[in-house]
């Protein structure tokens, strides 16, 4: 093996045991938390309330997959759920930012289409994105619950929402990485809670 090769597989098993270090340090510390937020979010859909969800980079991709998850479906089959990721309308994206500034692109999308008790998930690896934490502003004011997905100590947003699920790490890889979990596990959740009497897939998920 040469001096190269040798020297990525280092970097790949250092990343990976950096990544189940954190994952394993974070869910002992969090299972309780996690729990509550999978309650509120199925409480809110149970009751015809919508999620929203939205970030910037990789946090609007975590946003789009779990928004896609819910209103697909995630292991089981069950009806389609009222999900919403904020980052995918370009036109709206672009004439909000255009018009208003970048840092309303979220939070105009919320004064227009959320309603109290809809829940509104910001994602933010940092815990300080400007639009990420006027999104969430605006939701609480309008009687949205709030919800932060966190990295580092959680910045703002972590003092500002209704339930924080923060990932305390500086690396932003390894924080999405969690995220991602966290993303499925919620999904887990919701699928188990809305597919009663409905039959399990039989094959593999295609994705």
Same mark, same amino acid.
């Given at each position: 093996?040469?001096?190269?090769?040798?020297?990525?597989?280092?970097?790949?098993?250092?990343?990976?045991?950096?990544?189940?270090?954190?994952? *394993?340090?974070? $869910?002992?510390?969090?299972? %309780?938390? /996690?729990?509550?937020? &999978? =309650? @509120?979010? +199925?409480?809110?859909?149970?009751?015809?309330?919508?999620?929203?969800?939205?970030?910037?980079?990789?946090?609007?991709?975590?946003?789009?997959?779990?928004?896609?998850?819910?209103?697909?479906?995630?292991?089981?089959?069950?009806?389609?759920?009222?999900?919403?990721?904020?980052?995918?309308?370009?036109?709206?994206?672009?004439?909000?930012?255009?018009?208003?500034?970048? *840092?309303?692109? $979220?939070?105009?999308?919320? %004064?227009? /289409?959320?309603?109290? &008790? =809809? @829940?509104? +998930?910001?994602?933010?690896?940092?815990?300080?994105?400007?639009?990420?934490?006027?999104?969430?502003?605006?939701?609480?004011?309008?009687?949205?619950?709030?919800?932060?997905?966190?990295?580092?100590?959680?910045?703002?947003?972590?003092?500002?929402?209704?339930?924080?699920?923060?990932?305390?790490?500086?690396?932003?890889?390894?924080?999405?990485?969690?995220?991602?979990?966290?993303?499925?596990?919620?999904?887990?959740?919701?699928?188990?809670?809305?597919?009663?009497?409905?039959?399990?897939?039989?094959?593999?998920?295609?994705?």
């Amino acid at each position: 093996m040469g001096r190269d090769a040798g020297h990525i597989k280092e970097l790949i098993q250092a990343s990976i045991r950096e990544s189940l270090s954190l994952k *394993e340090r974070f $869910f002992a510390e969090n299972l %309780e938390r /996690l729990v509550r937020v &999978g =309650d @509120v979010l +199925i409480e809110a859909l149970r009751h015809g309330h919508k999620i929203f969800l939205f970030g910037n980079g990789g946090s609007a991709a975590d946003a789009q997959h779990i928004a896609a998850e819910l209103v697909n479906h995630f292991e089981v089959t069950r009806r389609g759920l009222p999900a919403l990721a904020l980052t995918t309308d370009a036109s709206a994206l672009t004439s909000i930012g255009n018009d208003l500034g970048f *840092e309303q692109i $979220f939070s105009r999308q919320i %004064e227009a /289409l959320g309603q109290a &008790g =809809d @829940v509104a +998930i910001g994602i933010s690896t940092s815990g300080r994105s400007p639009n990420v934490v006027r999104a969430l502003e605006s939701a609480k004011s309008m009687g949205l619950v709030t919800v932060g997905l966190t990295g580092r100590d959680g910045g703002p947003i972590a003092a500002q929402v209704d339930y924080t699920i923060n990932v305390p790490h500086a690396s932003t890889a390894r924080v999405q990485e969690v995220h991602g979990m966290i993303g499925h596990i919620l999904s887990l959740v919701i699928d188990q809670a809305f597919s009663a009497g409905e039959r399990s897939l039989t094959s593999p998920r295609l994705k």
